[in-house]
């Protein structure tokens, strides 16, 4: 699996970074009618009462959204300065925050585009007669070594390591090139000068540095980038390979579930993660619920788990779909190690690593959708994969729903909110209320009643600051980004 020069990986894509809103930015950097939301403000995020405050720019929307700008990742970077997004078109638009200025003092978590590159293109596999889509399916940025931001991102095959860098010199006075580089007639060359770096502007520079390829028969549904700093896992349905960020050529199985007649097979992973501290474990979750934690000191095939985390089943709720909504889509290890995160269809769970028989939590993300289960397994919606996401102090966790939903609970006092994203919150100082989804009855003036739900509309990726209170919020082809203006200002 030989590669060749970076340069035949293709040209580096540039981009100017200019100070302007998001929703024009992203319209120019050719983002096809992908509409950018600009930052939302909000206040006391987690609990009942939330306000949100636009900047003044508001961009008209349009109503048209294609499949390729669709947002299928959203991942902030170690430090939060930095948010990238992928979609459907396999293109990657990071956006930095902008600092606060004495001529804005409330413009503190507001994100410009920074950058835009197109990551990946559509593939054939003519062994195979198989298409591979350019969907960026996750994102996942490296530990920042040096002033440069390196991020890893993947399709359902191929991933590719990127970096970032800034530009704002350039030389000049070069004794045998001209300004545009071609060599001078060495006779017209009469004295020598020393090159000088003069200003320019700042331009940003994103260029291929690896590509990890043929290393998934099936499709690639997680990457993790471990805590050593070298070296990072890929999943797909069936194998787990750990690659080393310096070589492209081979990986290490770590996890192999293929049965060895195929009509034996019962499950598959889903996702995977690293643990945050200790470089040697990881974990992954299956379709059938369950979480597998494993050692890598144990053996290098890890067919053997370390510890199961599973629930036991409720005889009396088992139904068609018991094991279709207890799969988990989306695994997440708190920042201190401690406790694991996981997101079937209808709840968010807790795990305790000390604690295998059960969660400690169980949070109801839209129960009210247990009548309504025959419906969405006809629309293949009881298949969309949600995502969670931890708070800095692990205090406060995360979820997506439908109708432009996502959900909050706050672990300590045990209350729960539902916002929904959407462009009608977007007049000045507006109000975001806590929304109420009704099932049958008397219902309130702003309830929602659960069969006038939107499944098109739903919330699939979250993202969540390392540090403070920020949140990005992926819905269709509009990105949302709230703050907790109330806490940052008392920081």
Known sequence: MEHGNLEDLGSKERSRRTPVRLLETGLELGFRGHAIQPSLLIFACGVQQLVIAWP?????????VFTADVISTVEFNHTGELLATGDKGGRV???????ESKNAPHSQGEYDVYSTFQSHEPEFDYLKSLEIEEKINKIKWLPQQNAAHSLLSTNDKTIKLWKITERDKRPEGYNLKDEEGKLKDLSTVTSLQVPVLKPMDLMVEVSPRRIFANGHTYHINSISVNSDCETYMSADDLRINLWHLAITDRSFNIVDIKPANMEDLTEVITASEFHPHHCNLFVYSSSKGSLRLCDMRAAALCDKHSKLFEEPEDPSNRSFFSEIISSVS????????????????????????????????????????????????????????FECAWNGSDSVIMTGAYNNFFRMFDRNTKRDVTLEASRESSKPRAVLKPRRVCVGGKRRRDDISVDSLDFTKKILHTAWHPAENIIAIAATNNLYIFQDKVNSDMH
Request: with cysteine.
């Open 330 to 385: 989306d695994v997440k290890f708190s920042h201190s190690g401690r406790y694991m995160l996981t997101r079937d269809y209808l709840t968010v769970k807790v795990w305790d690593l000390n604690m295998e028989a059960r969660p400690i939590e169980t949070y109801q993300v839209h129960d009210y959708l247990r009548s309504k289960l025959c419906s969405l397994y006809e629309s293949d919606c009881i298949f969309d994969k």
């Open 93 to 99: 638009v990071i956006f930095q925050r902008e600092p």
């Open 56 to 64: 003044p720019e508001v961009t008209p929307f349009t109503s048209q």
